[in-house]
């Protein structure tokens, strides 16, 4: 995907970007309580509940079929709404090049996640393939979304407000994840002050998500201008132009190199967050309050942790300092393992340890790959990357779903995922990110 040429904007213009970008960050805000309400929180032990109460007497659900334990339901429907993600997004991003007509198709992908989201309403009793149907429907959308949302960044702000503008975004979306789960963890916890079953205050808390979303998405909807594409060569159709994009990258061998490290220990982390809360509820027997109190804390630290983290890359460089972290991951992991049932401090310290590293991680990932892009190929790059990205991070889930499914285990599942975290730190420090960053014909930082 190509982008405008680089050009000082007039006074007008520049209030005009200024004004997209306030609406940009809407968006952020609109969609991470998605993220963080329903796919981190609740979504998973519920759904594990309710395909539980489905299964026959060896604990065995059937979809179309087949023989799911119902315990690993959650993580195989994680797995098949990236897969459809992934089928979707090369084409959804073609014809918004195509096109430049990025608005429609932001707004058709984040109303049919936000009214996924809000009909998790009427996931109750054993409606448990309802429930995977809506996961997938949401997830999907939420992903393709994306994509666009990001698109829209080289449009909106010149190169050197990017960083800035980029993180007030993320910085939005952990802020209102927080509020969110705050009000969500005084119903849950209240439920029975508020005259509600506890199921029905989780299928509040989840519908509720999809209607911030909805609601707030309607500001970047309003603020958001369609750019025509002026002097572009026309999109190939979908996964066409995943593949020149590829092909061009082959190129720049250590690049990809990079990628390929990246993607497979962010697959790590995403499964973490993503899987988290089921190994608290199931395999820890803590309740639903405890585990909407660890996500707020991951929230407010991952903020801390990104700082933190940028701070120390200034003395190490990016890459030790992703190196560190990624060690800090299997360290983690490896004392969830040990983690004793029913004791919420100790999850409360795990909590602190991702919270941590997360925010840093992703970070300086993507601020190190921004390196390693030849000039003139950002968006397209970043595609690429968006869609490399949600196309690994079905393979963690998988890996923890049949690990459940073999062992019956959500501690082998839970150290099952060490695995990315050690092959993704053996290819990263493979990668001489210096000798990288030249062959993409980039000034070298003196300090990377």
């Given amino acids: 995907m190509g982008h405008d040429t680089v050009r000082t904007p007039p006074a007008d213009e520049a209030a005009q970007l200024r004004r997209e970008q306030r609406g940009w960050y809407v968006y952020d805000w609109a969609c991470s309580v998605y993220s963080t309400s329903v796919l981190t929180v609740f979504l998973g032990p519920y759904l594990t509940s309710v395909a539980k109460s489905a299964a026959d007497a060896d604990g065995y659900v059937h979809p179309l079929g087949l023989p799911v334990r119902a315990g690993s339901f959650f993580a195989y429907s994680v797995s098949l709404s990236v897969i459809v993600a992934v089928l979707v997004m090369p084409l959804v991003g073609a014809a918004a090049d195509r096109t430049g007509r990025k608005k429609p198709l932001l707004a058709a992908a984040a109303y049919t996640g936000a009214t996924a989201t809000a009909a998790m309403f009427f996931l109750d009793g054993d409606r448990y393939l309802l429930g995977g149907a809506l996961l997938v429907v949401a997830n999907a959308a939420q992903s393709v979304a994306m994509m666009l949302y990001n698109s829209y960044l080289p449009q909106i702000a010149p190169p050197e407000q990017r960083d800035a503008v980029s993180s007030r975004g993320w910085a939005f979306g952990y802020a209102a994840g927080a509020l969110v789960l705050v009000a969500d963890l ?147 992991l490896a004392a969830g393992y040990f983690l004793p049932a029913g004791a919420p401090v100790w999850f409360f310290v795990l909590a602190a340890g991702i919270g941590l590293v997360l925010g840093g991680s992703q970070a300086l990932s993507r601020s190190l790959f921004s390196h390693l892009v030849p000039a003139g190929k950002e968006a397209e790059y970043f595609s690429a990357y968006e869609v490399s990205d949600r196309g690994m991070s079905w393979l963690g889930p998988l890996l923890f779903g049949v690990t459940h499914q073999l062992t019956g285990s959500y501690r082998d599942a839970i150290i099952s995922l060490v695995a990315f975290f050690v092959l993704g730190f053996g290819l990263l420090a493979r990668v001489p990110v210096r000798r990288a960053i030249g062959e993409a014909g980039n000034p070298v930082p003196d300090r990377i």
């Avoid at 002050?193 to 909805?214: D, H, K, M, N, P």
């Avoid at 750019?227 to 159709?237: D, F, I, S």
């Avoid at 982390?269 to 660890?294: D, K, N, R």
């Fill in 186 to 332: 005084v119903l849950y916890t209240g439920h029975e002050r508020f005259g509600l079953s506890e199921s029905a205050a989780v299928r509040i808390c989840l519908a509720s998500a999809g209607l911030w979303w909805g609601a707030f998405a309607l500001v970047p909807l309003r603020r958001l201008r369609d750019r025509r594409a002026v002097g572009r060569e026309a999109a190939l159709p979908g996964f066409r132009q995943l593949a020149a994009t590829v092909r061009d990258m082959r190129r720049h061998p250590l690049t990809l190199a990079f990628l390929l490290a990246y993607l497979v220990y962010n697959d790590g982390i995403q499964t973490v967050i993503s899987q988290a809360s089921v190994y608290g509820s199931e395999e820890l027997g803590l309740g639903q309050s405890t585990l909407i109190g660890a996500v707020l804390l991951v929230q407010v630290l991952a903020v801390a942790g990104a700082l933190a983290m940028g701070r120390l890359a200034r003395v190490y460089g990016a890459k030790r300092t992703i190196l560190g972290s990624l060690v800090a991951w299997t360290v983690t």
